[in-house]
C-alpha cells in the first residue's frame, strides 16, 4: 500500500497569498498518477488537479500541480476567500487507492 | 449533467450489514469510460475507498475490507450498491459514490461525487 504524508497539517494563510501544500509517498507513484482535491465543511471532495499536474474541468488557473516519483505540490498562487478549505492528495498508481490526511488552509 | 444520489438507513447496529445504493441520472451509467466508486470518511478524519465497481459487474475491492464487503451494480435501474457486512462502530463514516473515468490508470482520480450520507453504527 502506498502511504501519502500531506504537510504542513494546517497553514494559516490570508487571502492573496501563496499557499505551498507537499504530499510525500511511501514509494513511487507510477505515471504520476496522483490527484488533488478540495472539500469544504459538509461538502464532498471536489477534483482539482489529476496526473499530478492537469486541471480538472473548469478549476481556476490559480491551482497548480507539479511533481513527480514521491514528491508532488500543490500550489495556489493567490488565494481566494472560498480557497479556505482541505485539500488531499490521492494516488491511483497501485490497489488501494490511498489518500493523504490532510492539509487545513485557514485563514490568518 | 450527471449527478450522483446516496440512500440508505442512517443508523445501523453493531454486527449487522450496512446497505447503500447510488443512483446515477443525467447522463450514461453503462458507458465504457467509467467506473462507479464508493468511499468513506468518518467524523472529522480523512477519506478512505472502500471498493469500485464496472457497468458490467467487475469488482475492485480495498483489501483491508474484502471479507465483509459487496459492491454490485444494476443498469436497469442506473444504479450500484454496497453491503458491509459485520459493522461495528469504526464503520461510522459519510459515505459517498462517486465517478471515476477509465484510463491510463486502471482507476483514475474521482470527478464526479454525489453528496454523501452519513451512517452510524450504534445500537
Known amino acids: 500500500e502506498i502511504v501519502l504524508t500531506q504537510s504542513p497539517g494546517t497553514l494559516s494563510l490570508s487571502p492573496g497569498e501563496r499557499a505551498t501544500l507537499s504530499c510525500r509517498a511511501s514509494q513511487s507513484v507510477s505515471s504520476n498518477f496522483l490527484a488533488w482535491y478540495q472539500q469544504k465543511p459538509g461538502q464532498a471532495p471536489r477534483l482539482l488537479i489529476h496526473?499530478?499536474?492537469s486541471r480538472a474541468t473548469g478549476i481556476p488557473d490559480r491551482f497548480s500541480g507539479s511533481g513527480s516519483g514521491t514528491d508532488f505540490t500543490l500550489i495556489i498562487s493567490r488565494l481566494e476567500p472560498e480557497d479556505f478549505a482541505v485539500y488531499y492528495c490521492q494516488q491511483y498508481a497501485t490497489s488501494p487507492l490511498t489518500f493523504g490526511p490532510g492539509t487545513k488552509v485557514d485563514i490568518k | 449533467q450527471l449527478q450522483l444520489q446516496e440512500s440508505g438507513p442512517g443508523l445501523v447496529k453493531p454486527s449487522e450489514t450496512l446497505s447503500l445504493t447510488c443512483i446515477v441520472s443525467?447522463?450514461?451509467?453503462?458507458?465504457?469510460?467509467?467506473?462507479w466508486g464508493w468511499l468513506r470518511q468518518p467524523p472529522g478524519k480523512g477519506l478512505e475507498w472502500i471498493g469500485t465497481i464496472y457497468y458490467s459487474g467487475t469488482t475492485y475491492y480495498n483489501v483491508s475490507l474484502k471479507g465483509r464487503l459487496t459492491i454490485s451494480v444494476d443498469t436497469s435501474k442506473n444504479q450500484f450498491s454496497l453491503r458491509l457486512s459485520s459493522v461495528s462502530a469504526a464503520d461510522t463514516a459519510v459515505y459517498y459514490c462517486?465517478?471515476?473515468?477509465?484510463?491510463?490508470?486502471?482507476?483514475?482520480?474521482?470527478?464526479?461525487w454525489g453528496q454523501g450520507t452519513m451512517v452510524t453504527v450504534s445500537s
Open positions: 443525467g447522463g450514461s451509467f453503462s458507458s465504457t469510460r467509467y467506473y
Open positions: 496526473d499530478a499536474s
Open positions: 462517486a465517478r471515476h473515468s477509465r484510463g491510463a490508470a486502471s482507476l483514475e482520480a474521482f470527478d464526479i
